[in-house]
């Protein structure tokens, strides 16, 4: 990826870990990666729809385990607490969004923008978790708490229409 696009070290290019944590390269584009990387969540989560709930659930619960340490490794080998680029967090984050979400790609569209909006305003106790909580379990937990609130207000409207 061209220098004028691209903040991300040259490692996410050549390490699995980095490319993963990076959500597949998403969060490589300079400006507002965590949006590019919640994009590249929204083709995952109509797959994930057509498991069983226990089965959405576990994808949930492996990628947060697995996020943790991909991202703390991450950020550890970067030097860096958390990385604008890295972004499994926001692709786990969106997906426990849709988690009960009706299928459709208003719904998609709808969670998309509940889970940018919490995760950027990072509301308490989204912030403070952002603030207090470092490593793997610290970068994660901010988008995961924001998904759980996105899922929240999706429910209600979900509810009301």
């Known amino acids: 990826m061209p220098e004028s696009i691209s903040h991300a070290p040259a490692s996410v290019w050549r390490n699995p870990i980095h490319f993963l944590a990076f959500g597949f390269g998403s969060g490589a584009v300079r400006r507002a990666p965590g949006t590019w990387g919640t ?70 569209l709808g969670g998309f923008v509940l889970f940018r909006f919490f995760d950027i305003l990072k509301p308490w106790p989204i912030g403070w978790v952002d603030r207090k909580l470092h490593g793997g379990l610290g970068i994660m937990l901010d988008d995961v708490l924001a998904g759980a609130m996105a899922l929240a207000v999706l429910l209600v409207v979900e509810q009301l229409v």
């Open 39 to 108: 994009l590249a969540a929204v083709p995952f989560v109509p797959l994930w729809q057509h498991l069983p709930l226990s089965g959405y659930i576990l994808v949930l619960l492996v990628s947060t385990l697995v996020g943790v340490w991909l991202c703390g490794r991450t950020a550890k080998d970067l030097g860096v607490h958390d990385h604008s680029g890295i972004v499994w967090d926001e692709f786990v984050g969106y997906w426990l969004t849709m988690l009960l979400a009706p299928p459709g790609w208003l719904w998609l």
